[in-house]
């Protein structure tokens, strides 16, 4: 296959965050006289408010060639909108591959677009798995690599899961973490928020918090048990506590207030991982961060039961200690008393990954 042009495509700011290092990459090719092309499709399943220009300029990454606006309504109609949308893009941009990224809805719909329109997929990411069905993300995963053509993996791990499920040697690329790539980037140019100096932080001195998953705070009792955790085994240390629109949805529904803690909106990038990389701690139910804190050699405590991360937890500085509230004292106790491990730093997190993907693509 000789590929000249790519679609890339992107749903929510995460995948931008992916994205933007093999934008870079392309743009080196062609600044070299090489001939690939692509267009950025924002699907706009996520209306985030830090999509601005600003978070545009931050990451350097240029503004998507369409929106195709299909936010809103549930995961079906989600799904439905933006697979209708994407099949009138792409007729009328034929491309020789469409790179998705990540797991979100729409790295299913297109990935399905796609295939249906015989244009071949390469998956960013390919290959993880929680092992938990009842993820939204654990389904999109299973159906755009049971799908796609190519498989750009993070980790030994992935590309054994996908051989389990019938994937070929020369269909899988293992390249490191994109993610990893945009951090190392941008290292030197993370920056404090305001409110740095006013609460005041001092470096080491507090935690970082981040809660999302159903399983933590769609139920009061659940996400006031967990503050309520936190908030004793912080022994006075501040929580800075960047609040996702969904979580702080219901925190007003419930009535949920704390002294301890400095709930704040969602921050920038540069903000956000300033935070990270001069806490104590991060305590958190993303995957994406427990990456972030992995190479920056921050302590994480997942509230989680699985992660599709397995390498965070075998290698790095993250340690799953479930949604049971009573598992939090003990694992800050070792996180206060300096026990925590130390971890290291995966294989091929170098900050080169998008460098191989775009070499590999150009080589197909």
């Given at each position: 296959?000789?590929?000249?042009?790519?679609?890339?495509?992107?749903?929510?700011?995460?995948?931008?965050?992916?994205?933007?290092?093999?934008?870079?990459?392309?743009?080196?090719?062609?600044?070299?006289?090489?001939?690939?092309?692509?267009?950025?499709?924002?699907?706009?399943?996520?209306?985030?408010?830090?999509?601005?220009?600003?978070?545009?300029?931050?990451?350097?990454?240029?503004?998507?060639?369409?929106?195709?606006?299909?936010?809103?309504?549930?995961?079906?109609?989600?799904?439905?909108?933006?697979?209708?949308?994407?099949?009138?893009?792409?007729?009328?941009?034929?491309?020789?591959?469409?790179?998705?990224?990540?797991?979100?809805?729409?790295?299913?719909?297109?990935?399905?677009?796609?295939?249906?329109?015989?244009?071949?997929?390469?998956?960013?990411?390919?290959?993880?798995?929680?092992?938990?069905?009842?993820?939204?993300?654990?389904?999109?995963?299973?159906?755009?690599?049971?799908?796609?053509?190519?498989?750009?993996?993070?980790?030994?791990?992935?590309?054994?899961?996908?051989?389990?499920?019938?994937?070929?040697?020369?269909?899988?690329?293992?390249?490191?973490?994109?993610?990893?790539?945009?951090?190392?980037?941008?290292?030197?140019?993370?920056?404090?928020?305001?409110?740095?100096?006013?609460?005041?932080?001092?470096?080491?001195?507090?935690?970082?918090?981040?809660?999302?998953?159903?399983?933590?705070?769609?139920?009061?009792?659940?996400?006031?048990?967990?503050?309520?955790?936190?908030?004793?085994?912080?022994?006075?240390?501040?929580?800075?506590?960047?609040?996702?629109?969904?979580?702080?949805?219901?925190?007003?529904?419930?009535?949920?207030?704390?002294?301890?803690?400095?709930?704040?909106?969602?921050?920038?990038?540069?903000?956000?991982?300033?935070?990270?990389?001069n806490a104590k701690a991060v305590i958190t139910d993303s995957g994406g961060v427990t990456e972030e804190t992995t190479v920056m050699g921050i302590p994480c405590i997942t509230l989680?039961?699985?992660?599709?991360?397995?390498?965070?937890?075998?290698?790095?500085?993250?340690?799953?200690?479930?949604?049971?509230?009573?598992?939090?004292?003990?694992?800050?106790?070792?996180?206060?008393?300096?026990?925590?491990?130390?971890?290291?730093?995966?294989?091929?997190?170098?900050?080169?990954?998008?460098?191989?993907?775009?070499?590999?693509?150009?080589?197909?």
């Amino acid at each position: 296959m000789s590929v000249r042009k790519i679609v890339l495509v992107a749903g929510a700011r995460p995948n931008f965050i992916k994205i933007a290092p093999i934008i870079d990459s392309i743009r080196e090719v062609q600044a070299r006289g090489g001939s690939l092309e692509y267009s950025l499709v924002h699907t706009g399943q996520h209306f985030d408010e830090k999509m601005s220009s600003d978070f545009f300029v931050q990451l350097n990454i240029p503004h998507p060639d369409v929106n195709l606006e299909a936010g809103g309504g549930s995961q079906a109609e989600q799904t439905s909108a933006i697979m209708t949308r994407f099949e009138g893009y792409l007729i009328a941009n034929p491309c020789d591959l469409v790179l998705v990224v990540g797991d979100v809805t729409s790295t299913l719909a297109c990935s399905i677009v796609a295939k249906k329109l015989l244009v071949p997929v390469a998956h960013v990411e390919g290959g993880i798995r929680s092992g938990d069905r009842t993820m939204p993300e654990e389904i999109n995963r299973l159906v755009t690599d049971s799908i796609s053509d190519y498989f750009f993996t993070t980790s030994e791990v992935a590309n054994e899961n996908l051989r389990r499920e019938g994937k070929a040697d020369e269909q899988i690329f293992f390249v490191g973490n994109t993610m990893i790539d945009t951090l190392l980037k941008n290292m030197s140019r993370l920056r404090p928020p305001d409110f740095w100096s006013t609460i005041p932080l001092e470096p080491g001195n507090y935690l970082v918090m981040t809660l999302h998953r159903p399983a933590n705070v769609d139920h009061r009792e659940q996400f006031q048990s967990i503050l309520n955790a936190v908030e004793a085994g912080a022994f006075g240390v501040p929580v800075i506590f960047p609040v996702h629109p969904r979580t702080r949805m219901n925190m007003e529904k419930f009535g949920i207030q704390s002294k301890q803690f400095h709930f704040t909106d969602p921050l920038g990038y540069l903000e956000f991982n300033y935070l990270v990389k001069n806490a104590k701690a991060v305590i958190t139910d993303s995957g994406g961060v427990t990456e972030e804190t992995t190479v920056m050699g921050i302590p994480c405590i997942t509230l989680r039961d699985t992660t599709e991360r397995p390498e965070t937890c075998t290698i790095g500085t993250n340690e799953l200690v479930g949604t049971r509230p009573e598992k939090i004292g003990p694992a800050l106790q070792r996180v206060m008393s300096g026990s925590w491990k130390k971890g290291a730093v995966p294989e091929l997190w170098d900050g080169k990954t998008s460098q191989r993907i775009v070499d590999i693509i150009i080589n197909l």
